[in-house]
């Protein structure tokens, strides 16, 4: 069998915790920035856990992390 080939879109978006669950950084945070609130883009900053609905497939597009 020929090894399985990870996303590379993926592999630089995501990072394993020290549990084995996904973490990602959120969206909406690079450009009009202009009429966010301070808190708005505060709590963009923060990075979280990837939704449970979503980690199968995310396994199967980054089989080695």
């Given amino acids: ?3 399985m080939k990870t996303s590379k879109a ?4 995501f ?4 549990t084995g669950k996904l973490k990602r950084n959120k969206a909406y945070k690079s450009h009009i920035l202009t009429k966010k609130s301070a808190k ?3 709590n963009l900053r923060k ?8 980690v199968k497939n ?3 597009i980054l089989p080695y992390l």
């Fill in 58 to 60: 995310m396994k199967k």
């Fill in 40 to 42: 708005r883009k505060r």
């Fill in 15 to 18: 990072k394993k915790t020290g």
């Fill in 10 to 13: 993926a592999a630089k978006r």
């Fill in 1 to 3: 069998m020929p090894k």
């Fill in 47 to 54: 990075s979280i856990i990837t939704d449970a609905s979503n």
